[in-house]
């Protein structure tokens, strides 16, 4: 077997609209093709030994041991593949279920498709399928130690993709609020929502985050002088950067016991508490300068108690936590250090913060805290004895959290809440030390001693003991209060032709209600009235740049086959899907080879549509009409025909659409109809001599009215529009050049033609001269069908080829194109000229008054730069 093509998958697509995270294999099977497992000695037997746990597949028959069955009964190694690709994934902790094994039209060639949570680790596992069931064909096993291996590299990509505990929780928060996410290209950052309503997180900092306040938070010298000033109780404490003043520092903050700790340190690094020695505090002093980034290190006053985190969000306490330092309790019968080992076999502890609890390690600092209470890594502790390795309660040091959110005293809730306020943080971790968190701190001599900025919800969100709290809402409810989702409109267009300028014409009517507009084109991705970045960008990734911009209110993305087939769309739904046409353009590429199969991939876009929101189609294309029946959202049609049965059904059951009658476009409700203007006073249409123009125009404001611009500002929009290289740069771009006229147009199919065909025969002042060709992709038969109605649209005839050929030989698409001119009428008069600049200047070089040059041409910029220069000839 041999992968030919791998695709990522991240958005609604061509397999599915609500399952969008989806690998694509294209496998050829090669000497498999057509050969079922059950022709295949020992194959069941191998992989069901290897995999057993595929009794757990449903596959077609629905229930348990469905897939064994297909086994059994004979299947193809395409569908093999899928399964292992899944399971392998959820051995690995990713559990998944969709998958889907279909042909191409190639025989032997078979696309594989499979979910995945994260896209390395779904290719990794689709290659190893491949080579597990390779290896189960050719010997009849797979060995054991190379699954081990494949499963372990799974887990590690996993577990590099994972997002942290803080981020995850809220992440997920979000999501189940129908808030979309994404990570941004700066590491740890993740963007929730869209646009000019996004909101970012860092963990739990977020842009509401006063950056002073995770200043002063750093500082804990700081931080406790100005909680000292707002009256909140803290431990006395002075900071030293030099050895030789350690003992005066302890003498003046009222000598032992104390704590020293790096005065910028974090995760309770360089932290020793119940000082009650002077060596002890020589030993901490030096740990405490070795963590500390400035040098300096505070020697604080300790107060007995329980270490509590109090957790704030948004001026109020949502969760505490009563922390204990990592420790063993013991048995009578084991040495600390098994009694550590046993702990740490927990499986719910794990290495760094990603498991409810972290391992505990032994090192130099936890033997002196052993020594401290008399014992060593040998000691034997009596039952129920308790014996702390770490002096700090962290989690990240193998610490535990017991809930006491119920437990705290509302005066103690006032004061954390004040101490986040004085220290300006949105989200805070107050650190308290106290004998009782259910008596107010200054009858306890209990004190703040420290305020934490980004603090981590592990110990909130599953305690070791006690109970969970979702405090990820609170932060969610901080960021989105009122139930909002953080979105912004976005109107998606897709079609065989007119979607460049059906986009441009959308965007143009809703920036008539003042809202910055964010759009995607085949020449560019624009913001308001700029150009953001120039390039056929009508895939994902433009389409993200719009949505990731903090300034877009509204997003129109034009929706091109190539970009859903190849990653799918780059949002999880839209609020108004639009379908223009579907023609016979790009088949035979990407496995789409019927217009049956075209109208599937156009589909997405409207079956994105939400519910409640609305999918736009036209009611003339058969195809297009169709895909009514399954979107969730609700139905507009535009049409060009007033008596078209789809329309009139629609209507009468009080349906919305646009509708050309009799010369005027309008918006018809049920049998309510609001004109718009006559196609004659709308300059995109050419005086209403372009049906094609006229339709592109319906789609825009019906998908502009049902957005929410008004009539009026659809009027405005439509008198400003016009067909011209700055607005619909190579979109019927017609030019008078003096003594004859030029039109430029991106058509570069038979239905763009034809579309363009309609304008050409009605011009009837002279010669009508075509500079034609196509993209070297297409099929054979195309550049034949192009060269008939070039034949049948123009007088004369330059076949031209793109500069890119597209793995085509050079002068083999213009050759067809000749042909089918010929095969119209072998009569016909046509020249070849290969290079597009030559055959464009020699066109408009000879030219005879009166005439009409029509260019097609590869590079809209180059042909237009072209005009301008013959323009400033004829017009010196």
Excluded at 131 to 147: K, Q
Excluded at 188 to 217: C, K, N, P, W
Excluded at 370 to 396: F, R
Excluded at 808 to 819: D, W, Y
Aim: negative net charge; charged residues 20%; proline residues 5%.
């Amino acid at each position: 077997m041999r992968i030919l093509k791998v695709l990522t998958l991240r958005g609604p697509n061509y397999w599915s609209i609500r399952r969008q995270k989806l690998i694509v294999f294209r496998l050829d099977l090669e000497d498999l093709d057509e050969k079922f497992t059950d022709q295949i000695p020992g194959f069941y037997e191998g992989l069901t030994q290897l995999l057993p746990s595929l009794i757990e597949h449903h596959c077609s028959p629905g229930r348990r041991g469905g897939f064994l069955q297909r086994l059994l009964e004979g299947t193809l190694m395409g569908h093999v593949v899928e399964h292992v690709a899944l399971e392998l994934q959820t051995l690995a902790g990713m559990p998944l279920a969709f998958g889907r094994s279909r042909a191409t039209g190639e025989q032997g060639v078979y696309n594989i498709v499979f979910e995945y949570m994260d896209e390395r680790a779904g290719r990794y596992a689709g290659r190893a399928a491949v080579r597990i069931c390779r290896s189960l064909v050719d010997t009849g096993h797979y060995p054991a130690e190379e699954l081990a291996q494949d499963l372990e590299e799974l887990r590690q990509l996993w577990a590099e993709a994972a997002l942290g505990p803080t981020t995850d929780a809220i992440v997920q928060e979000a999501q189940a609020r129908g808030i979309p996410w994404t990570q941004l290209s700066v590491p740890g950052v993740i963007q929730l929502g869209y646009g000019v309503h996004q909101r970012r997180i860092l963990a739990a900092q977020t842009d509401h985050t006063s950056i002073l306040g995770v200043e002063l938070a750093g500082d804990k010298e700081g931080t406790k002088r100005l909680l000292r000033s707002a009256a909140i109780p803290v431990p006395k404490g002075e900071v030293i950067r030099h050895f030789d003043d350690l003992e005066e520092a302890i003498e003046r903050v009222g000598g032992f016991p104390v704590v020293i700790k790096p005065l910028d340190g974090n995760h309770g690094r360089g932290i020793t508490l119940n000082i009650t020695q002077v060596a002890a505090a020589e030993d901490a002093y030096d740990r405490a300068k070795a963590e500390s980034k400035t040098g300096s290190v505070i020697i604080e006053r300790y107060h007995e108690g329980d270490d509590f985190r109090v957790l704030v969000v948004a001026g109020r306490v949502v969760a505490v936590a009563q922390r204990m330092p990592a420790h063993v309790v013991g048995d009578g019968e084991h040495t600390i250090a098994q009694l550590v080992d046993r702990v740490n076999q927990d499986p719910r502890r794990g290495d760094g913060h990603d498991n409810i609890l972290t391992r505990i390690v032994v090192d130099r600092a936890s033997e002196q805290v052993l020594a401290h209470q008399g014992y060593t890594l040998d000691s034997v502790l009596l039952q129920g004895e308790i014996a702390y390795l770490k002096t700090t309660a962290n989690l990240s040091t193998g610490g535990t959290a017991v809930d006491r959110t119920d437990d705290i005293h509302p005066e103690n809730i006032w004061i954390a809440q004040r101490a986040a306020r004085v220290i300006g943080l949105d989200i805070a971790g107050i650190d308290i030390i106290t004998p009782d968190i259910g008596r107010p701190l200054r009858e306890m001599d209990g004190v703040i001693v420290e305020v934490n900025a980004a603090p981590g919800l592990r110990m909130h969100l599953k305690p070791s003991a006690g109970q969970s709290r979702n405090v990820a809402a609170a932060i969610v409810d901080h960021l989105f209060p009122g139930g909002r989702q953080g979105r912004v409109p976005i109107l998606a267009l897709t079609g065989t032709n007119g979607k460049t300028t059906t986009t441009r014409l959308t965007a143009h009517l809703v920036a008539q209600t003042g809202r910055t507009v964010g759009y995607t084109t085949t020449d560019g991705t624009y913001i308001g009235s700029f150009l953001a970045e120039p390039g056929d960008n009508t895939g994902p990734q433009s389409a993200q740049l719009i949505l990731q911009d903090p300034t877009v209110e509204v997003a129109v993305l034009e929706s091109a086959r190539g970009g859903i087939l190849r990653s799918g769309l780059a949002f999880d739904h839209c609020d108004v899907g639009v379908v223009l046409n579907v023609s016979d353009d790009h088949l035979g590429q990407y496995d789409i080879l019927t217009l049956e199969q075209m109208a599937r991939v156009k589909a997405v876009v409207a079956e994105a549509a939400r519910p409640g929101g609305w999918a736009v189609l036209n009611a003339d294309d058969p195809l297009v009409a169709a895909m009514a029946e399954p979107v969730k959202a609700q139905v507009a049609f535009f049409s060009m025909q007033p008596d078209n049965p789809v329309l009139e059904a629609h209507l009468a059951q009080g349906g919305v659409a646009a509708v050309y009658r009799d010369g005027v476009m309008g918006i018809q409700t049920g049998q309510a109809w609001e004109p718009l203007l006559p196609a004659a006073e709308v300059p995109l249409t050419l005086g209403g001599r372009v049906s094609f123009m006229i339709a592109n125009a319906l789609a825009a404001s019906l998908a502009a009215y049902l957005y929410g611009v008004s009539l009026e500002g659809i009027r405005q929009g439509l008198r400003t529009f016009k067909a011209s290289a700055s607005q619909t740069p190579g979109r019927m771009n017609l030019e008078d050049l003096g003594g004859f006229h030029a039109l430029v147009d991106y058509a570069h199919n038979p239905a763009g033609y034809e579309a363009i065909g309609e304008f050409v025969r009605g011009w009837s002042s002279g010669e009508r001269i075509g500079v034609v060709g196509a993209p070297g992709d297409r099929r054979n038969e195309d550049f034949l069908r192009l060269g008939r109605l070039s034949a049948q649209i123009f007088d004369r005839v330059v076949v031209k080829e793109d500069d890119d050929t597209r793995g085509r030989p050079r002068g083999e698409t213009a050759a067809l194109i000749a042909q089918g001119i010929q095969a119209e009428n072998p009569n016909f008069p046509h020249t070849i000229i290969l290079d597009e600049t030559a055959a464009i200047q020699k066109t408009l070089q000879e030219a005879p008054n009166g005439s009409l040059v029509v260019i097609l041409p590869e590079s809209v910029k180059r042909a237009l730069r072209l005009l301008e220069e013959g323009r400033r000839t004829s017009h010196p």
